[in-house]
């Protein structure tokens, strides 16, 4: 396995899939980007879809899915996005939080806040990317 990041929320519906995709468009896949959810929701929010593909991104195969506990042992990092996800690792396993700011705070709804979300994590793994390159 090459340079990988888990990238871990809440429901896997949207931050953590948006931000994977992203990593493997900006690496123009040269870094694997993995999502999961410490409680997976049902679908990926229809928003977060058409957002990352503005980008030129790709998340049309994404589903919501557990942690795997084989591709966290594999990843070089592990980001946990927000404030609701609450994984637990071993001390061996590399993570880092980003708290993201919330656009609905300043009276952003539907596709503009998503976004502003968007925006923000890109801008998060675009600089992971370059750190993970080096």
């Known amino acids: 396995m090459g340079t990988s990041v888990l990238f871990i929320c809440s429901r896997n519906a949207g931050k953590s899939q948006m931000a994977a995709s992203l990593m493997e468009h900006f690496s123009a896949g040269r870094i694997t980007g993995y999502s999961a959810g410490t409680k997976p929701g049902e679908a990926v929010n229809p928003e977060s879809l058409e957002v990352i593909a503005e980008t030129g991104a790709d998340m049309s195969e994404a589903f919501p899915k557990p942690i795997d506990p084989d591709i966290v042992a594999q990843v070089d990092r592990v980001v946990i996005l927000g404030s609701e996800a609450h994984p637990v690792f071993d001390a061996s ?24 979300i968007r925006d923000e994590i890109a801008e998060r793994v675009r600089s992971l990317s370059f750190e993970l390159e080096k």
């Open 93 to 116: 396993v590399r993570t880092e939080r980003w708290l993201l700011s919330e656009p609905s705070d300043e009276g952003y709804t539907g596709i503009e806040r998503m976004r502003r």
